[in-house]
């Protein structure tokens, strides 16, 4: 009998149900109901919730616009990494996923091969080049994270989630009170310079930095 969804649709419809709803929106009966069918019909393409969960992972990963390569490496590892930022904030109720859920086919994974492939031609191979590839990738994710959510508060106004910061530290945690409101007028320019700070760290980091080179410092 021939398959009445395929695995994409009910990717992109468990996508739309937490992008809608978020995470606790996702459950086999909200799935069931936008793909009008049966919620036990689910389990003959998705066995358990975190296999569903992999599953929205993959659909976003699929999304990233990836550019070609060209042959300035630093710029290449730019554009990815930029290309990842903005499809994570187009989908910010998956960003916890992206955190704890691993992705399951080899297409899905095609953004993280671009981003060690760019930073590969900058000359990074081994230990150096997975320890770049991890900084990189848990920036791009902390980001959009803190962006989306805030820290240390709940309130949506980054002037109001400022005042509460501020008060929180003001006396015992100083440079915390400092910081508050700075936080409150600065930004669309936390990804741009953060990334650059962290990609000046890679490009003048002396090479092969391995356990040899940091025993000496």
Do not use: C
Request: glycine share 6%; charged share 20%; hydrophobic share 45%.
């Amino acid at each position: 009998m021939r398959a009445r969804f395929t695995l994409t649709d009910i990717q992109q419809h468990a996508l739309a149900i937490v992008d809608r709803d978020g995470l606790a929106g996702l459950t086999m009966r909200s799935l069931a109901a936008s793909l009008q069918t049966g919620p036990m019909t689910l389990y003959n393409y998705v066995e358990s919730r975190e296999a569903l969960e992999e599953l929205v992972v993959d659909a976003v990963s699929a999304r990233v616009e990836l550019p070609g390569p060209t042959d300035d490496w630093l710029a290449d590892t730019r554009a990815v990494a930029t290309a990842l930022w903005r499809t994570y904030r187009a989908h910010p109720a998956v960003i916890p996923l992206i955190l704890t859920r691993r992705t399951s086919s080899r297409a899905s994974l095609a953004p993280t091969e671009a981003l060690a492939a760019a930073l590969a031609r900058g000359g990074l191979k081994g230990v150096d080049l997975f320890v770049a590839f991890r900084a990189v990738s848990a920036f791009v994710t902390g980001i959009a994270q803190n962006e989306l959510a805030g820290a240390l508060t709940r309130e949506k106004d980054p002037a109001s989630a400022a005042a509460r910061i501020e008060a929180l530290a003001q006396g015992a945690l100083p440079t915390l009170a400092e910081l508050a409101p700075v936080g409150a007028q600065f930004s669309g320019q936390e990804f741009e310079r953060g990334l650059t700070l962290v990609l000046n760290g890679i490009r003048h980091t002396p090479r092969p930095f391995g356990p040899d080179h940091q025993a000496d410092h």
